[in-house]
């Protein structure tokens, strides 16, 4: 009797990992893909506290928003550089602000280009104390 059993329980193990395996790599990408998403969270957190300690430091400097979006590009990939539509500088005392928008590919990254060196004159630098 016990040899019948052995027969009939050969497939058993196939059939079990068959019902197993599809939840086990559903699980397996689950978590790769939230350690992903938690990393591009940190990137973006990152660039914006990098920009915040930047506009802290250069708070009274004519060049203040430009070097501001230069701190947050440097801490950005190029993936999450692209995925940037666009970065509100505001002065937390008036409630003014100054959005940026991310435009590569021209003399300057930026819409309106802050670069003082760049020459054009659609930017004024904010007048607001630091």
């Not at 100054?98 to 819409?111: A, I, L, N, Q, R």
Request: hydrophobic content about 40%.
């Amino acid at each position: 009797m016990q040899n019948h059993r052995r027969e009939t329980d050969k497939g058993a193990a196939l059939v079990e990992s068959a019902l197993i395996l599809p939840i086990a790599l559903l699980m397996l990408m689950a978590v790769a893909e939230f350690g992903l998403a938690f990393k591009d969270w940190l990137t973006i957190s990152h660039a914006g506290r990098e920009g915040a300690r930047a506009a802290a430091a250069f708070g009274d400097n004519p060049r203040a928003d430009f070097l501001i979006l230069d701190a947050i590009g440097t801490n950005l990939t190029g993936a999450h550089k692209g995925d940037v539509k666009k970065v509100e500088i505001g002065n937390a005392d008036t409630g003014a602000k100054t959005v940026y928008y991310y435009t590569p590919g021209g003399s300057c990254d930026w819409t309106p280009c802050p670069d003082p060196d760049k020459g054009l004159p659609i930017y004024s630098p904010p007048n607001w104390l630091p």
